[in-house]
């Protein structure tokens, strides 16, 4: 009988403590669960082709997509002249943060 009432006993605190480790690791991933979505996000550059009586000449801008309640949104984030790689995927970030209502 002693020795069931103290192996329930510890079977309790090792479930005390379980639950407390639970509830951090929750606490952690509700914190990550903005900044994952934020790089969940792709970039691409796209390639505009316009034909005239002088010839045809190409643009490049960029482009970023991110799925957005259940559908993807496209985003036009300026030219590829103006704007480097990485300032495009700030941009991308911000306008997503701006999207999903995320504090960045």
């Known amino acids: 009988m002693m020795k069931a009432a103290e192996v ?3 079977a309790g605190e090792r479930a005390l403590d379980l639950e407390g480790q639970a509830d951090e ?10 900044a994952t979505r934020l790089e ?13 009586k002088k010839g045809s000449r190409s643009y490049h ?3 970023a997509n991110w799925r957005e309640s ?7 984030l300026g ?3 103006r ?3 990485s300032e ?9 943060a701006e999207a999903l209502a995320i504090k960045i």
């Open 8 to 10: 329930l006993t510890e």
């Open 70 to 76: 259940g559908k993807v949104r496209n985003v036009h």
């Open 61 to 63: 801008y960029w482009m």
């Open 88 to 96: 495009a995927l700030q941009k991308a970030r911000k306008l997503k």
């Open 83 to 85: 704007m480097s790689q």
């Open 40 to 52: 969940d996000l792709h970039l691409w550059q796209m390639e505009k082709t316009k034909i005239t």
């Open 25 to 34: 690791l929750k606490a952690k991933a509700e914190a990550l669960k903005g």
């Open 79 to 81: 030219s590829c002249e």
